[in-house]
């Protein structure tokens, strides 16, 4: 199990470097993000998975905040600080396990590609777009593939 998760990682890694000139608004580059393929898709757009979540209460009025956890987390690694913002800041605040992760459905295909498109399913549904993506390591990463591809809010 840790050799696979390895394996995945450094796939991950290599698919995801970007060169260090030419990235930029002025480059053309710019648009075209290197992206893991989906592995289970053959190329294919990915199909979302339904994700676990929690969703803490709050006012409409203000974007959400979206926590998404490291490779070796869940949705569980931010209920300290997701209740302490939800008090203190009155907003709606979201923790979501990853697919492969936690109590999420688990799916061959772990590409960020994939585990971006999941999100992009899930945050309409809630109605919580737009919102204020926090991410973790992997989350991170997530996070930063969703904003490229989603500049625009959500419909």
């Known amino acids: 199990r840790a050799r696979q998760i390895l394996e995945m990682r450094l796939r991950w890694t290599r698919a995801w470097t970007l060169p260090y000139r030419g990235i930029g608004p002025s480059s053309s580059s710019f648009s075209r993000l290197p992206i893991a393929p989906s592995s289970s898709q053959g190329g294919t757009e990915p199909r979302p998975v339904p994700l676990s979540y929690r969703l803490l209460d709050g006012e409409a009025a203000s974007p959400p905040l979206v926590f998404l956890h490291g490779l070796f987390g869940s949705k569980t690694n931010f209920n300290s600080i997701a209740k302490a913002l939800a008090q203190q800041t009155g907003r709606r605040v979201l923790t979501v396990d990853a697919r492969n992760h936690g109590e999420s459905p688990h799916s061959p295909d772990m590409s960020y590609e994939a585990m971006s498109k999941d999100l992009q ?12 993506l926090i991410g973790h390591s992997m989350g991170g990463r997530t996070a930063m593939l969703l904003a490229l591809q989603r500049s625009q809010p959500l419909p």
């Open 121 to 132: 399913d899930l945050l309409p549904q809630l109605g919580l777009v737009p919102c204020v």
